[in-house]
């Protein structure tokens, strides 16, 4: 039985420059106009054109806890993409690259909002520094993750300007690289997002100022706690409780602070190990860490710093913001335990602080 059409496709469509007419075309040609495609974005799209009515099963990161499953319908990823054509003004016809990896949701929606948008896309494989068979072409939107932005910006920064609109997301991006783009001519967006909507629902512009500012139909709000509060129309849940802590500074508008559920209170302070992070990262660029925390009878609880490497930080001579902001104790480790989008696992960093004696010390 031939399926009806997909209304939520903007037909034509075009890939790689090339029109395809209806579902039927475009089938009997991905495997051509793909060829050059990672096999995963070339099952993506077969998935999703193919099917009377696809639906997105995405996985939390599991950051801060067990991940979690969900899933979304094309409806709900179709508001998330219109909403994200207002806020950056694409259009159909304009030239897209999928330079991430096609399975995570990141990459997956980029591939949506080219095909229910009307947007050119092409598609090269992950790397940090994505390559196309094709040299000097010209894009109008990108989507990237911090690892790639770095890599382009010390490796090829020329090449940026090719990219048009760069959509970051997928983890914080360093202040000194920020700083670094202060001068690129495009616009380079971070977004706001977690697995509960879907995408992003929040940006903020580089060198714009530190707030997001909400997409378009999504309302934001705070309980007593600061903690956020978002209704997202392409969530599964409204409104939406989050344990993300922030300053609103309009009515759209807020600055992240950290996760509520993250919060070390140590010596009577409440420290958001995501701030220390970034200001840590400011003072040693080169190095990886995460901070984290243990039990102290003194202090109730204190910062630890666990740490990639053979050899700890001078932490001496630094201006903290805060005099508590420095950690009390380093770790050293191979690797830091991280989730599968990159991100500090901070329930895998308590238990293995947790298993450790006092002292200086190193896991390898």
Not at 143 to 167: M, N, S, W, Y
Not at 250 to 257: A, L, Q, Y
Not at 270 to 296: C, G, M, Y
Not at 317 to 322: Q, T
């Amino acid at each position: 039985m031939e399926l009806e059409p997909a209304t939520w496709i903007y037909w034509p469509l075009t890939l790689e420059g090339r029109s395809f007419q209806d579902r039927a075309e475009l089938l009997a040609g991905l495997a051509e106009v793909g060829q050059n495609w990672p096999s995963r974005a070339v099952q993506e799209v077969e998935y999703l054109v193919g099917t009377a009515s696809p639906v997105l099963k995405v996985r939390s990161s599991g950051s801060t806890g067990t991940p979690k499953e969900m899933e979304f319908s094309i409806d709900q990823a179709m508001l998330s993409a219109r909403a994200t054509a207002a806020a950056l003004q694409l259009q159909p016809g304009h030239r897209a690259l999928l330079a991430l990896d096609a399975e995570p949701i990141g990459g997956r929606m980029m591939i949506v909002r080219a095909l229910g948008l009307g947007l050119n896309l092409s598609v090269c494989a992950p790397s940090s520094i994505p390559v196309r068979p094709t040299s000097q072409e010209q894009f109008d939107f990108t989507a990237l993750v911090p690892r790639q932005l770095h890599e382009i910006q010390k490796r090829a920064p020329d090449r940026l300007k090719d990219f048009g609109t760069i959509l970051i997301g997928g983890g914080p991006i360093d202040p000194e690289l920020e700083a670094r783009l202060s001068g690129h001519p495009g616009a380079i967006y971070h977004s706001f997002a977690m697995t509960e909507t879907l995408s992003h629902f929040a940006l903020r512009q580089l060198n714009g100022g530190p707030a997001y500012t909400a997409l378009p139909s999504v309302e934001i709000k705070v309980d007593d706690q600061s903690r956020l509060i978002v209704n997202c129309p392409w969530a599964n849940e409204m409104p939406l409780m989050t344990q993300d802590v922030v300053e609103l500074t309009g009515p759209n508008e807020f600055i992240w602070r950290g996760r509520a559920d993250l919060v070390i209170n140590s010596g009577g302070l409440k420290i958001h190990p995501e701030q220390v992070e970034t200001w840590l990262n400011s003072e040693f660029p080169n190095r990886t860490f995460a901070i984290s925390s243990e039990p102290d009878t003194s202090w109730g609880e204190r910062l630890v710093l666990v740490l990639e490497g053979d050899a700890p930080l001078n932490l001496e001579k630094l201006v903290p913001p805060h005099p508590a902001w420095v950690p009390k104790r380093q770790v050293l480790v191979t690797e830091i335990p991280k989730t599968r989008t990159g991100k500090p696992a901070r329930a895998e960093l308590k238990a293995l602080l947790s298993r450790m004696k006092e002292g200086p010390s190193t896991i390898h």
